[in-house]
């Protein structure tokens, strides 16, 4: 057992003060993080992977560098990377069977960035399969666990790095969110968390699941942090053709901007289905907002309804066909004596991969099929720009959007996984920014029972730095995002 | 629009997946629970609506046509589960 240098709950601000003044070392703070992860993460299962030896030699490497003076705002931060981004030399499964053996040949875009930044990987994280998911349940690798009440879900899809974030595994993390897959768990787990605008962050090396969606973004304990972590992530990539050619942008630049004069949309379709308790978290967020000078004004997003079921034809289309390249051939499982190269395929395909992910391929095969896709995926797509639209014609009056992250706090295990359309509609207000590609943040804004609420914040497009300093100036007003959960200590290594 | 146990099976072949015979019910109900929320989208009139593809109607951006990475073969070919001479192997399909 390492002694703890430091509370597990420090921002990235404290811990660079503390590194830098030599309080505690990289090293130090790394074994304090591996331990801490030892002695708790058998209750939580935030990680598939802990990268100990690795992040012990980064984090004297950083050390090193400090003592030359050569510091970034990075260096010697740990962190955890959520399990779908490819990471050259270690296991990346995305949650599955299918990628079990899977050791990445290179790393994610997303990998690389934040290694030259000095940043040390604790490990990767936990996940739906395939990001397919909202509670986390859907993992080969066993459910995650909300470190608020381990009885309950840390919702998903980045399950793991909400969760690990929470817990104090690490002070930062990454994520992907698809249709909600950071907003939600953030909200759930009482963290930050923020998917940047659609293209802000290259997608290269980071496991395919809906294409024209799929975005990285982080968790952090608070916004500041968020905002230091996703500044080092964003910039052009010639590997991702669809990543925005823009240079790296510094998203911090408006922490200190006060609220006075920003007005916030709260989108009447959004409020009225809310639970009372919901409900009024969120009226009073929305009164701090007012309180520092913000402007509230009444909005409407007429196609919300439709965005769930236009988001369940996009993505399990995009992703039946990103997942065609799982075939037993080059890379990941493959059955036992396949008979011929029909059985391989089908065999390999059916016994790696879990129920929620052959359910989203057969609806996306079935969708795109002759006859049905006009019906079906031509539908969507015109839903899609309805919806997107919406969004344009309410940024003509205000600047930042309101909503609630999702339906209600953390729910317990097994309680939903039965239902699949209970379970998809936790996303009904997380989807519709990902159809219109825009960025949405999450930020506590209180608890229900014992369990954190989020409110969202969302963006028009490449305005991650409003979204960024509003929640830091929410953050100066209110204490939500320092509340911390208490784990029990079972004492049981990760191995 | 609800499908049946012939256009299940027809769409789990063309999607390279086995449904187990005594879970083809259950798969079935699956589904058209799912398209009974997706068919919510027939009550919007698109008419004369564009298909929006991706997030702002992004252009596909173009470069050089210049060889910008090496040959990994060897290392991309770790990963497989049986190669040999640089070639994937798979159960023989031509006779």
């Known amino acids: 057992m390492v002694a703890h240098v430091t509370t597990p709950f420090q921002s990235i601000a404290e811990i660079r003060a503390n590194l830098d003044d030599g309080t505690y070392s990289c090293r130090e703070l790394a074994e304090s993080l591996i331990s801490r992860i030892e002695e708790h993460d058998n209750d939580i299962n935030a990680f598939i992977t802990v990268t100990a030896d690795d992040a012990r030699s980064t984090a004297d490497a950083q050390d090193v560098l400090i003592a030359k003076g050569q510091a970034g705002p990075l260096t010697g931060i740990p962190l955890a990377h959520k399990d779908i981004f490819c990471t050259e030399g270690v296991k990346t499964s995305a949650g599955s069977k299918m990628l079990d053996n899977f050791i990445a040949p290179y790393s994610a875009t997303v990998v690389a960035k934040l290694k030259a930044a000095g940043c040390v990987t604790l490990g990767k994280t936990n996940l739906d399969e395939f990001a397919m998911g909202s509670s986390n349940e859907n993992s080969y690798y066993g459910p ?244 997107h639209q919406d969004f344009v014609a309410a940024f003509n009056s205000v600047d930042v959007i309101a909503a609630p992250t999702c339906p209600g706090p953390a729910f317990r295990l097994l309680e939903k996984i039965s239902d699949s359309i209970a379970m998809y509609l936790q996303d009904i207000y997380t989807i519709p920014v990902n159809l219109a590609g825009l960025p949405g943040l999450s930020m506590p804004i209180g608890q229900i029972g014992e369990m954190p609420v989020g409110m969202q914040l969302i963006g028009q497009y490449l305005d991650e730095a409003r979204l960024l300093g509003m929640a830091h100036q929410f953050q100066q007003r209110t204490d939500w995002h320092l509340a911390t959960p208490t784990l029990q200590a079972t004492g049981v290594s990760h191995g | 629009m609800a499908v049946n146990k012939e256009t299940v099976l027809t769409i789990a072949t063309l999607a390279h997946l086995e449904i187990a015979i005594d879970q083809v019910d259950d798969q079935i109900d699956r589904m058209n629970r799912i398209l009974d929320l997706v068919d919510e989208m027939q009550a919007v009139n698109t008419h004369e609506v564009r298909p929006l593809a991706t997030p702002f109607d992004q252009v596909q951006r173009l470069r050089a046509d210049e060889v910008t990475e090496s040959n990994q073969r060897e290392k991309l070919q770790s990963v497989a589960t049986r190669t040999s001479d640089g070639l994937y192997l798979v159960p023989r399909f031509v006779e």
């Open chain 1, 144 to 387: 995650v666990r909300n470190p608020w009440q381990t009885s309950h879900v840390p919702g998903g899809s980045s399950g793991g790095s909400a969760a690990a974030v929470a817990a104090g595994f690490c002070p930062v993390s990454t994520g992907t969110d698809t249709g909600g897959s950071i907003r939600q768990p953030a909200s759930m787990c009482g963290v930050t968390g923020i998917k940047p605008t659609y293209g802000r962050v290259s997608r290269w090396g980071m496991i395919a699941f809906a294409s024209s969606l799929d975005q990285a973004g982080v968790f952090a304990r608070n916004a500041e942090d968020a905002a230091i972590l996703l500044s080092a992530m964003t910039g052009a990539d010639p590997r991702d053709s669809t990543c925005i050619d823009a240079p790296i942008a510094d998203l911090t630049q408006e922490l200190s901007t006060p609220l006075t004069g920003i007005r916030i949309g709260v989108p009447e379709q959004y409020l009225s289905e809310l639970d009372a308790p919901m409900a009024d978290l969120l009226t009073s967020a929305l009164f701090e907002m007012e309180a520092g000078g913000a402007k509230l004004v009444d909005i409407s997003l007429p196609h919300t309804r439709y965005a769930v079921p236009a988001y369940y034809v996009i993505a399990p289309a995009e992703c039946s066909t990103n997942l065609s390249r799982y075939d037993g051939v080059r890379f990941g499982y493959r059955c036992e004596d396949p008979e011929d190269i029909e059985d391989l395929y089908k065999r390999s395909r059916s016994e790696a991969f879990g129920d929620e992910v052959k359910q989203r391929i057969l609806v996306g095969t079935f969708t795109l099929s002759t006859g049905y896709y006009d019906a079906y995926y031509r539908k969507a797509q015109q839903i899609r720009r309805l919806i």
